[in-house]
């Protein structure tokens, strides 16, 4: 499934958001397909009688959409183990094979109270005001009512694993889907159609896009379709046989309902975790001029953004099914941003971008460099490294090292870090190239789609020649903490389909004590330069990485940082991870904020409990003008 694509309005969609599909090469039994299943589609959605225990209460639905929502909500449940495994296929019962293993009957109990309750939908429906927009509302109900109202089972309990036609057979009583008529033809809405869907009020797009699936759901005539003992079908009777959707289904199916099947992998999260202890003593800050004979200088920063705008709107008109309701200003005030950038592009094209930029604003030739370094942690070039992958593109024969390092959001510091040793060896440039992309590795888990967004940044760091000072002053980088700090961002994460899954809670944990520690070491560090009583006051400007602007303002208030001293781009950017501090400077000349030479101390904590801080002296010279 592409992870976005651009309809014929010009408008960002996300299809795994409304055409879901999971990964069964990732679940190893039925209890885990469950957990997933209950996160998808039953956490949110409510049952048929509590949408009427809803209804009869009369103090629950405000406005048309609400209604809309939860019947929308309740048949994607409905539809849970069907539309995630199984296709659905009219065949006659003649043609239907009784004894392969691979075809299935779907056995079903009739719906409790359906009359009841399909017409408290309709009736509370008509009585309540419009939300938005009347005549799109009207239309999105007409399409979901009569998938509603021509559903014949009862949901609350289905099996994922349906019974085989010979399993069914053996209780001539159980019922299942008898078609009186069945069309081939009967209309549908095709993919793109889905795609091309539009609304002008986000939140009813999103829906519209529901509604399209679910009627997808049942191909045939609805009012034709009844629920029947197997005993009695006759060879001309249309029955709906289930196929699985792929082999990777199957093969689940096969795996968790044969008896001696292989034990389950043993997962990570298996794993019992230690417990922590501080170590023997503090690792103080790298304090540059007094730790190294080669002092580095940054010749050149170079960034590269993602070439999409996705919009708070854009998240809203792709709403998940397993989405709580949010609105657009709401994304705004949990975390600071109002859109993030999406590139179509593979995250190595934006790097090799940034790198030959850089190279040129820096005036270096290939055969200058030392060594090459790629800090990221969404790469998926694993041989070649992407670092190795960009050396022989950029055109060098052979470096002193070229390598990835995985430090998630403290790649910069990590990277500076690893340039200044490297320096100390090769005393000649090292290219430093920072890049992530996030579009395509976020599937349906809206934490990680409201923060995450793509983009490259690169820096030429150089020798410094006789009596010239560094640009590098201190670094400092940290890693490790209690295990769920260290698991608080995961990819890829099985339990969410193989992609990138935020733990809001434990992101704060690390992200407070990590801050307040570097906080406290700069408190404790002189200024190299003896102008200020501390190194933290010695400061023109924090650049920190663009994590959350919100949860960022309070931990620096709680440090004892106030917020005009900060500066942020991530209302506009989103959270790139490894390139977001170079981006923020590049940004922070762009906007003003960077004038002239300034001291900036650059903060990034983030997956792996890793952390780490620099404290540079940026000029804006040497930050390049991007490419329009």
């Not at 009957?105 to 359906?114: F, G, I, Q, S």
């Not at 789609?449 to 002053?473: C, K, L, N, S």
Request: proline content about 8%; aromatic content about 8%; hydrophobic content about 40%.
């Amino acid at each position: 499934m592409q992870p976005f694509v651009i309809n014929g309005h010009g408008r960002m969609v996300f299809p795994s958001n409304f055409l879901p599909e999971l990964d069964f090469t990732l679940l190893d039994d039925l209890d885990q397909l469950g957990a997933v299943i209950h996160r998808d589609f039953e956490a949110k959605a409510p049952s048929g009688t509590e949408i009427l225990r809803r209804i009869e209460a009369g103090d629950h639905y405000a406005t048309r959409y609400d209604v809309l929502r939860d019947v929308a909500l309740n048949l994607f449940w409905s539809n849970r183990f069907t539309m995630t495994m199984y296709e659905k296929r009219p065949t006659r019962w003649r043609d239907v094979p009784r004894r392969r293993d691979d075809v299935f009957l779907p056995v079903l109990t009739p719906w409790v109270d359906a009359d009841r309750k399909v017409a408290a939908v309709r009736d509370v429906y008509a009585s309540l005001p419009a939300a938005w927009e009347g005549d799109a509302e009207d239309r999105i109900f007409d399409v979901l009512f009569d998938v509603l109202r021509h559903r014949r089972f009862h949901a609350a309990e289905l099996p994922a694993v349906k019974p085989t036609v010979a399993q069914a057979l053996a209780d001539p009583t159980s019922l299942t889907y008898r078609l009186t008529s069945y069309d081939p033809d009967h209309p549908v809405y095709d993919h793109r159609r889905i795609l091309d869907c539009a609304e002008d009020v986000p939140e009813l797009e999103a829906l519209h896009r529901w509604a399209m699936v679910l009627h997808d759901q049942y191909p045939w005539d609805r009012a034709a379709t009844t629920l029947a003992p197997v005993g009695d079908l006759r060879d001309d009777d249309y029955v709906v046989v289930l196929h699985p959707r792929n082999r990777d289904v199957l093969d689940f199916v096969r795996r968790v309902t044969r008896d001696g099947r292989p034990a389950a992998r043993r997962r990570i999260a298996d794993h019992p975790p230690a417990r922590t202890r501080p170590p023997v003593r503090p690792y103080p800050p790298l304090r540059v001029r007094e730790r190294f004979a080669v002092l580095p200088r940054i010749e050149a920063l170079t960034v590269v953004r993602g070439e999409h705008l996705c919009t708070n709107d854009d998240l809203i008109r792709n709403s998940a099914y397993s989405w709580s309701p949010m609105s657009a200003q709401e994304i705004v005030d949990k975390t600071g941003i109002e859109s993030r950038v999406y590139t179509e592009r593979p995250l190595e094209d934006l790097a090799l971008e940034a790198a030959q930029a850089a190279l040129r604003h820096a005036g270096r030739e290939p055969e200058e460099i030392g060594a090459v370094l790629f800090c990221t942690c969404t790469s998926t070039k694993l041989m070649p490294s992407t670092s190795t992958w960009l050396s022989g593109q950029l055109g060098m024969q052979q470096t002193h090292s070229s390598c990835d390092v995985v430090a998630a959001c403290a790649g910069l510091p990590y990277g500076l870090a690893e340039a200044t040793r490297l320096l100390q060896e090769v005393e000649r440039p090292v290219l430093l190239v920072c890049g992530e992309k996030f579009s395509d590795k976020i599937g349906t888990g809206r934490p990680a789609r409201m923060i995450f967004g793509d983009a490259a940044a690169a820096i030429v760091i150089a020798p410094a020649g006789p009596g010239e000072q560094t640009d590098v002053e201190v670094l400092q980088t940290y890693a490790s903490g209690p295990v769920e700090e260290v698991n608080s961002i995961i990819w890829p994460n099985p339990d969410f389909d193989g992609n990138v899954t935020v733990l809001g809670p434990d992101v704060r944990a690390l992200a407070g004590r990590y801050l307040q520690q570097m906080i406290d070491e700069l408190r404790d560090q002189s200024d190299p330069d003896g102008r200020a009583p501390t190194l933290l006051e010695s400061i023109d400007l924090v650049v920190p990485h663009q994590a959350n602007k919100t949860m960022v303002l309070k931990l620096a208030a709680a440090a004892g940082l106030a917020a005009d001293r900060l500066f942020f781009n991530i209302e506009t950017v989103g959270n790139t991870s490894a390139a977001s501090i170079p981006l923020a400077l590049a940004d922070a000349k762009a906007r003003g904020a960077l004038t002239g030479p300034m001291r900036i101390f650059a903060p990034g904590f983030g997956a792996g409990a890793v952390g780490g801080y620099a404290v540079l002296r940026v000029d804006p010279a040497v930050i390049a003008p991007e490419r329009v």
